[in-house]
């Protein structure tokens, strides 16, 4: 039997020492990894052309565009057999939902307002995220990036209260991830799916070389930069 053809990855560029600017393609490539699946990373050059003009999307052999990376990861699985999760109980499968959410849906934020607004911080994630464009779109296109990003966190709740606030919930989500991780190698004591999600959010979260109180709380929880240490050289070891 052949085997199918890559898929093709479709991300932002390597940021910062992460393969991607973007924690969604960071999950995906670690799943794409973990579950043995052949595929190759290309960086999106102008607007994504998913379907729902988000990155990360893949492009299959039979031409399908699919967006999204839980859809894709669910996709994927089904037609090619693969199931991260099949050792998981109810238990854990409701804990991983819930970790799940918590991560992107709410350190997701923390981390997008940490990269955008602070000045000092929005000054470094201008270079590192529009510098590289070529003629006069480094200067162009980040206003109004910005101002979508700031839009975004208006409506989410975070552009509507202090600082301290922000901070405070971001202690209270590592708090809890610290505490269920705990000293066991994976999140729910074996591989599963949402350790490809604990490492690409902790990773986004600790590597922009802001060294503010995002990287410092997270630094502070020595297991998840152990875990994500791990999980690095286990799986994008060259
Ligand atoms: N639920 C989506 C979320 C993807 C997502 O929010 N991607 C961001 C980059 S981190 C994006 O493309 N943002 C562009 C936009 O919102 O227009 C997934 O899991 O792939």
């Not at 973990?34 to 998913?50: D, F, K, T």
């Not at 510098?131 to 409506?155: C, I, K, S």
């Amino acid at each position: 039997m052949t085997s199918p053809a890559p898929v093709i990855l479709w991300q932002s560029p390597p940021c910062w020492g992460t393969p991607s600017s973007s924690p969604f393609c960071i999950k995906l490539e670690a799943w794409l990894r973990m579950g043995g699946v052949a595929y190759e990373a290309r960086v999106i050059a102008g607007l994504p052309r998913s379907p729902t003009r988000k990155i990360p999307y893949v492009e299959l052999a039979d031409g399908r565009l699919i967006a999204d990376s839980g859809v894709i990861m669910e996709t994927l699985g089904r037609e090619r057999g693969i199931d991260l999760d099949a050792g998981l109980d109810a238990r854990a499968r409701g804990l991983a939902v819930a970790a799940r959410r918590l991560l992107e849906d709410h350190l997701y934020w923390v981390i997008a307002w940490d990269r955008w607004v602070p000045e000092a911080h929005w000054t470094k994630t201008r270079q590192a995220y529009f510098g590289g464009l070529p003629g006069p779109l480094p200067w162009l296109v980040p206003p109004f990036a910005r101002r979508a990003v700031r839009q975004a966190l208006h409506g989410q709740g975070f552009g509507r209260v202090s600082d301290a606030a922000i901070l405070d919930r971001l202690n209270e989500d590592l708090d809890a991830l610290s505490a269920l991780l705990g000293d066991q190698e994976h999140l729910l004591g074996q591989l599963a799916t949402i350790d490809a999600i604990l490492f690409a959010f902790v990773l986004a979260a600790l590597q922009p070389p802001f060294d503010g109180p995002v990287q410092r709380a997270v630094a502070e929880r020595t297991n998840l930069v152990r875990f994500c240490e791990r999980f690095e050289r286990r799986w994008f070891s060259p």
